[in-house]
């Protein structure tokens, strides 16, 4: 068992710089503190209950790991969170990972060596087992991401639900060739709305076709590509449900540079509701997620889980297909969506 003389002599430090990393000392650079970090990683160091009973007072910080800061999405729900902590004298961290496995380990780190007092998992690149060993340090919460063998509170939205009946909506307007985007990464997010959309299609007997699926739409630019590919095709879509709006805009966009009208050549559907989506010519037909209400939700959750106030539970909140000229002309519409 690694010892922390050895940690000192992994990192090329003394034992007093380790002891000050372990201890969450304010006074050390953060270049050694990542050489300290780093080697206790590589020998699977873990501070002794005598070390962790030094560090019983807590930091006062939670960390938020979530995949891409630039994603509109996620920063609404970051300025949520920080606002909600901050009320309850608490700061945030924000992990950015970037779909990295090997990142989002390395931010959990930060669990194992008491510098955050919780973390709140808005996304998850790693299996639920690389995941599980960390919650002997620490609360962790699922918000957004869902993960069934995962036995942590978890703040959830019936994402295959709202892909369905997002589709439902093109199906129910004439549509049969309908197109379908997502990112290139996989995680349980946009595999349920992939189901959710393969699913409408099967109920109304309509052929679910991969050359209309593109798998590599994560923003505007992305979705410009697909209007530019799209053009090409004999017999193109009438009708594409993209997983963003950021995807959305520029599928708008770009089709409107090309002479097409939409919806009369292309019916559009975003997802997220973000501002973009009402402000653009013609707005948006999206699904509305209720990003202010996760974030405080996920607040609460977590300080109820650094208390010890909660046990496993799963909150599920609801979505709304938000209906605008995108795919219906002029008309506007609402439809709350039901949790199954």
Not at 149 to 170: C, W
């Amino acid at each position: 068992m690694a010892t922390i003389e050895d940690v000192a002599k992994l990192a090329g430090l003394s034992r007093t710089t380790v002891s000050r990393v372990i201890n969450n000392h304010p006074y050390v650079s953060q270049t050694k503190r990542q050489q300290v970090l780093h080697a206790m990683k590589e020998l699977g160091y873990v501070p002794n209950s005598s070390a962790r009973s030094l560090r019983n007072q807590r930091t006062g910080i939670i960390a938020v790991l979530i995949p891409r800061v630039t994603n509109l999405f996620f920063s609404k729900f970051i300025e949520t969170l920080e606002i909600t902590i901050s009320k309850s004298d608490y700061q945030l961290i924000v992990c950015q990972t970037q779909y990295s496995k090997e990142k989002e380990l390395t931010y959990l780190d930060l669990l194992k060596t008491r510098q955050i007092d919780g973390v709140i998992m808005a996304s998850l690149e790693n299996d639920w087992k690389e995941v599980h060993p960390y919650l002997q340090y620490g609360p962790i919460i699922l918000v957004n991401e869902y993960e069934e063998k995962a036995d942590v509170p978890t703040i959830s939205l019936n994402q295959k639900r709202g892909a369905y009946e997002a589709t439902e909506h093109l199906i129910k307007l004439g549509h049969k060739r309908i197109a379908y985007c997502c990112g290139q990464h996989k995680s349980n997010v946009a595999k349920e709305r992939e189901k959710g959309f393969k699913q409408a299609l099967i109920d109304y007997q309509l052929i679910i076709d991969e050359e209309l699926t593109y798998r590599k739409a994560d923003d505007i630019e992305s979705g410009r590509e697909i209007i530019k590919s799209i053009i090409h095709l004999q017999k193109p879509p009438t009708a594409i449900f993209t997983g963003s709006d950021e995807v959305a805009a520029g599928i708008i966009a770009e089709a409107k540079r090309v002479g097409w009208s939409i919806p009369e050549n292309l019916a559009v559907v975003g997802f997220d509701n973000q501002p973009i989506a009402e402000l653009l010519q013609p707005p948006i037909t999206t699904v509305h997620q209720p990003v202010q209400e996760m974030a405080e939700k996920a607040a609460l959750v977590l300080f109820n889980k650094i208390h010890n106030k909660v046990s496993t539970e799963i909150l599920s909140l609801p979505l709304k297909l938000i209906i605008r000229a995108s795919t219906v002309g002029e008309e506007s519409e609402v439809k709350e969506m039901v949790s199954r």
